[in-house]
Nanobody, 125 residues
Framework: VQLQASGGGLVQTGGSRRLSCSAS????????VAWFRQAPGKGREFVSA????????YYGDVVKGRFTISRDNDKKTVYLQMNGLQLEDTAVYYC???????????????????WGQGTLVTVSS
């Protein structure tokens, strides 16, 4: 599967942004799709994931309550709605996918074998 992330841009603190991760290929429903981000000078961190099939959602502690992940299997797209954006949310956001990923590994990047190119979100005051 190939992934393409989009929707990044400049937003003020407290604002909102929606990212999209569009996939090509077959059996999209069989893939857990996640968002990771990498801030300048920092390592990549888990943001959120939506499980294959039933679509159970998972969130990193730093975004819980502010971000919402969803998927549209017909459109082969996963969305990340980001509300209440803060300066520390500035990062390149990557989407990633793995087929039939076990629940224990949804936040671990090495288990994802398909990655999009990243989209930059800049939050300014």
């Amino acid at each position: 599967v190939q992934l393409q992330a989009s929707g990044g841009g400049l937003v003020q603190t407290g604002g909102s942004r929606r990212l999209s991760c569009s996939a090509s290929g077959s059996f999209f429903i069989n893939y857990t799709v996640a968002w990771f981000r990498q801030a300048p000078g920092k390592g990549r961190e888990f943001v959120s994931a939506v499980k294959y099939g039933v679509g159970t959602t998972y969130y990193g502690d730093v975004v819980k309550g502010r971000f919402t992940i969803s998927r549209d299997n017909d459109k082969k797209t996963v969305y990340l709605q980001m509300n209440g954006l803060q300066l520390e949310d500035t990062a390149v956001y990557y989407c990633a996918a793995a087929s039939f990923l076990h629940d224990n590994y949804y936040s671990t990047e090495r288990y994802y074998n398909f990655w999009g190119q990243g989209t930059l979100v800049t939050v300014s005051s």
